[in-house]
């Protein structure tokens, strides 16, 4: 899927937010963690393909650097106006 794909379809998604992740582990071939929120806990339950991590890992490596993308729109701050 595309990423524009995934945005249309993710407007009737409830967003999760999330803190950070812990318990990774790489079992029966799949990566799976928790999602969790601080002083709340556990948020959500992922389990992932191993070729989906991959590449998420290194779409998220690519917005975190500060690279141009296509796709992907990241509030800056007080440096984008409305």
């Keep these: 899927m595309t990423d524009e794909e ?5 407007v009737g998604l409830t967003p999760i937010y999330v803190d950070g992740f812990g ?3 790489k079992v029966n071939g799949v990566l799976r963690y ?5 002083d709340t ?7 992932v393909s191993l070729v989906g ?3 998420a890992n290194r779409s998220a490596r690519h917005v975190l650097d500060g690279q141009p993308t296509a796709c992907v729109n990241v509030w800056n701050g007080v440096s984008l106006h409305h």
Aim: no cysteine; hydrophobic share 65%.
């Design 6 to 10: 995934l945005l249309a379809q993710a």
């Design 41 to 47: 806990g556990a948020q959500v339950n992922l389990i």
């Design 34 to 38: 928790v999602g969790w929120v601080i």
């Design 23 to 25: 318990a990774i582990r």
């Design 53 to 55: 991590a991959d590449q």
